[in-house]
């Protein structure tokens, strides 16, 4: 088998750009001068033929409107002083305030906020463009709190200890320069670091994996090595995760050593020494309570009874005295048509968020005599519903409800009674009264049933003249369930265009197994999948390849460039957001190697023979009857390369393609670094695919 994988992979090689002889590898140098002039050149270029586009300046104005509009729902959270936190961005906070307010004031309607951090004042006063990475506070009361700050938009951040009392900066205290850090408080005076110690202590994708234990007031220099991996690790670096328990205490300290993107091996610190657990490699540590470890399993555990999908806990104390024979019982074992989207605990519960046939649903469980027993809670059916978050205090959960024609909702739920209310409704940003949802399915090559969400006008002529755009992702467990977008509604439904989401394999929908149908040499699928859904939109009517467009982003981007080089007769427009492109040489491009676990090894005969037949850089051909594609990227983006974006732009305009490029100098992976940027973003999108689809 072997050999004939290598004589494939020589087939598929004559002739096609590899790394090494790769005429546009200029670009992958992600602020180099040649670079960027060739990037706003084509900004240059690009931009003012959609700019200029009359329908352009209503279309941002109206994203801008919902972009930045006061009447959002908050995305909060429980604080440990018992009140309410949340990051807010609008327009006089373009770049956001994190804030705070009291649970009994946010429900009358109109809370008293209280800024606690100010973004756009601090980029102000340091001259810089600081974009909120979030915050890690120290529980149970959450004062102390590590800030993280990314410079434009990269998911590499700069790390600042700050006093949620005070509302600054803790003079002396912890501070990170910027870096891909992993971190977890141990105690006040104590964090479990995994950083870059030095410019040599990054794997292969740039992620550290060398974990230490640093003390307050000690240089980096100082700090206790407790375990690492290897350069050639995979994945996103080490992650250091500390269980505690509703009252804050460490009950243990897990580390998670990733091989690949999916594959990983954990290890319980007992005082200094990591003891290696009897976990599946693919497995996923979720929580803790009342003495019980929760883990999800991602591949089957034939040895111990269990399934891909289930949800299983162990004894702690067991786990302590052989972790190296560890005895699973089974809390939770998904249908075939279910998926655990979320795991959370609560003071008492533990509370799983589920789909079924891509409908969600909230289970709460509770242990007694060595079972667990649960309860739905009551939340709006025929939905997405997401856990925003979990109190330590009791049993509460504030929870997220979306679907595509109802403007999300708010509620607080409480996981012992099974009660909730909504706190809050997202008014309406477009008028949903006059459409309607269809759910199909369309059979996949192998004959395989692939559901899929159709948003459409109610009496839609099926005359196969409906401009239609076709959205998945398809990669990474990601599930694509239905949402509520104001400027999907607002910019493209109400402009008379049909919104298609596609649950295509090597997502979540329907739990590890959709996911791992579509890894390394099985990735055919995924496009096998997503071209039967194009065709069945064709095949009922709904549209036709004239009227049909095409948008995705990241993996999602990928899937875009395959559907170019394989079918582009199927589509007349396509919108690539930071895509991955060169298949062959995204292991050496900024991120690219933690990906391996789920596309493949370029440097594996078999898998890179694969690769080749889909890689979208490589398959670009003169002569092909490719419609005007879209592509986006961003310069700030440290996860997937911009380089990608500027070599499939490159290799167009070589073979003499007419495309449309926007590169963002800032931004990360969103492609947006701030609100205003994202509504300019979504104006050019859907002016492109008016243009494409509806002119």
Known sequence: MRLVATLLAGVFLMGATAPDDDPYAWMEEIEGARALDWAKAENARSLPQLQNDPRYAGLYADALKIATAKDRIPNVDFGGDGALRDY???AEHVRGIWRTASLDSYRTGAPEWRTILDIDALSKAENANWVWKGADCLRPDERYCLVSLSNGGKDAVEVREFDTATGKFVEGGFKLSEGKHRFDWIDKDT???????????????????????????????????????TREDGGYGVQPIVLRDAAGKVQAVVIQRPLDTFNAEYYLLAGDR??????????????YLDGRLIVSLEEDWAARGMKEGDLVDFDLAAVRAKPDALAPSLVLRPTETQSVEQVATTKTRLVVSLLDNVKGQVLSFQRKGGTWTSAR???????????????????????NVASFLTPNSQWLADASSGKSD??????????????????????SKDGTKVPYFVVHAKGMKLDGTNPTLLNAYGGFLVSQSPAYSGAIGKLWLEKGGVFVV???????????????AGLKLN?????????????????????????????????GGLLMGV?????????????IQVPLFDMIGYDHIGAGASWIGEYGDPKVPEERAMLMTYSPYQNLKPGQPYPRVFIETSTKDDRVHPAHARKAAARMKEYGYDFLYYENIDGGHAAAANLNERAMRQALEYTYLQQRLMD
């Open 274 to 287: 990591p003891l290696r657990l009897d976990l599946p490699k693919k497995s996923s540590i979720q929580g």
């Open 502 to 516: 596609a649950n295509i394999r090597g997502g979540g929908e329907f739990g590890p197994r959709w996911h791992n």
């Open 422 to 443: 909504q706190l809050r409704t997202l008014p309406d940003r477009f008028d949903a009264s006059k459409f309607a949802v269809e759910q199909h399915w369309a059979v």
């Open 191 to 229: 964090l479990f670091l995994v950083t870059d110690w030095t410019k040599a202590d990054v794997t292969t994708s740039g992620y550290p994996f060398i974990a230490k234990i640093l003390k307050r007031g000690q240089p980096l220099s100082a700090a206790k090595q407790v375990f690492s991996g």
């Open 563 to 575: 559907a170019l080089t394989k079918h582009p007769e199927l589509y007349n427009a396509i919108v």
């Open 88 to 90: 807010w961005q609008d």
């Open 523 to 555: 990735r055919m699928r995924v496009y096998d999948d997503f071209f039967a859904v194009s065709e069945d939109l064709i095949a009922r009517k709904i549209t036709n390849p004239k009227k049909l467009g095409i948008m995705g982003g990241s993996n």
């Open 377 to 399: 809670l009551d939340l709006p059916k025929d939905s997405t519903i997401g856990i925003a978050s979990a109190s330590d205090a009791d049993d509460r959960l504030i929870v």
